[in-house]
């Protein structure tokens, strides 16, 4: 049985850094594309970075380009999020999903994950 457990959030300033990671159990890791999406109260869920298994390439979201930084560690079968120079529109309920079927043109979208954890607040304030 596949599941995430998502860790590190919490609450910062503005211009902090929290580092979230997300732990896989039940699943061959290396086999496993990961995902970050997040869901401010009022919004819907959005996509935040991602990390293919099958070509290592990590899109981010406009929103946190150059701020934000996903890495996928196999060998413990977790993947971070690190998120420098926060923002309080940054707060969110932070959820990792994972998928090992996910495709190159789909890795942006919540259709394209199968496994779910149940979310990390992260809280920002000015």
């Known amino acids: 049985q596949v599941q995430l457990a998502e860790s590190g959030g919490g609450s910062v300033q503005a211009g902090g850094s929290l580092r979230l990671s997300c732990a896989a159990s039940g699943v061959t890791f290396t086999r496993y594309s990961m995902a970050w999406f997040r869901q401010a109260p009022g919004k819907e869920r959005e996509f935040v970075a991602a990390?293919?298994?099958?070509?290592?390439?990590?899109p981010v979201a406009d929103s946190v380009k150059g701020r934000f930084t996903i890495s996928k560690d196999n060998a413990k079968k977790i993947v971070i999020l690190q998120m420098n120079d926060l923002k309080p529109e940054d707060t969110a309920l932070y959820y990792c999903?994972?998928?090992?079927?996910?495709?190159?043109?789909?890795?942006?979208?919540?259709?394209?994950?199968?496994?779910w954890g149940p979310g990390t607040q992260v809280t920002v304030s000015s």
């Open positions: 999903a994972a998928s090992q079927t996910v495709i190159m043109s789909q890795l942006r979208c919540q259709s394209g994950y199968n496994y």
């Open positions: 990390i293919s298994q099958r070509t290592g390439s990590a």
